[in-house]
């Protein structure tokens, strides 16, 4: 089995911008691209978790997230970092875009997305992390049984280590 460290997107990688879609607005947070390195150079993977109700709102489509998630990626790669993987979630009840105005089960704080990455990289949850601005990541990661840390500004790659060591999580089990 595998470990990863699920990264929130806005606020956590990037600094919050209101519903972020163009490139020219993405500016990484402090330490964010040393953190990616250290889970490709700590054998995590290194997975972006991210709500992105911009889309059922009908302020941008789903290919302008993709296309700043392979400019992230080449970002990365100037560092020798990478991401493996990127899931969003385009829905949001009340949206305006029809296919995407679904109650579904993968909005943060539900587990749906940490779930699906769960199958498709075979990971085990309880040596994985979620790194995020927000209650609903940590709400979204004690759902999933991966262990909750908090961004709160300052280093994300110091705050991602810490959070990894203060983790108790084997000790809690025994
Ligand atoms: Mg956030
Ligand atoms: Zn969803």
């Known amino acids: 089995m595998n470990k990863a460290v699920f990264f929130d997107?806005?606020?956590?990688?990037?600094?919050?911008?209101?519903?972020l879609h163009r490139i020219e607005d993405f500016t990484w947070t402090e330490g964010a691209i040393e953190a990616v390195k250290f889970c490709n150079d700590h054998n995590y993977l290194a997975i972006v978790i991210t709500n992105q109700s911009g889309v059922?709102?009908?302020?941008?489509?789903?290919?302008?997230?993709?296309?700043?998630?392979?400019?992230?990626?080449?970002?990365?790669r100037e560092h020798g970092a990478h991401l493996d993987a990127i899931y969003?979630?385009?829905?949001?009840?009340?949206?305006?875009?029809?296919?995407?105005a679904i109650e579904c089960d993968c909005r943060k704080p539900r587990p749906g997305m940490l779930l699906r990455?769960?199958?498709?990289?075979?990971?085990?949850?309880?040596k994985s992390?979620?790194?995020g601005d927000g209650d609903r990541d940590i709400q979204c990661a004690q759902a999933a049984g991966a262990c909750g840390i908090r961004y709160t500004g300052g280093s994300l790659y110091a705050t991602?280590?810490?959070?990894?060591?203060?983790?108790?999580?084997?000790?809690?089990?025994?």
């Open 9 to 19: 997107r806005d606020g956590t990688l990037n600094e919050e911008v209101h519903f």
């Open 56 to 76: 059922a709102r009908g302020y941008y489509p789903e290919a302008d997230i993709m296309k700043l998630h392979q400019w992230m990626n080449e970002q990365l």
């Open 88 to 100: 969003y979630c385009p829905h949001l009840a009340e949206g305006k875009i029809r296919k995407y």
């Open 117 to 126: 990455a769960q199958k498709d990289f075979d990971v085990d949850m309880s």
């Open 129 to 131: 992390y979620l790194i």
């Open 160 to 174: 991602l280590l810490k959070g990894i060591q203060r983790d108790n999580r084997i000790e809690a089990l025994s």
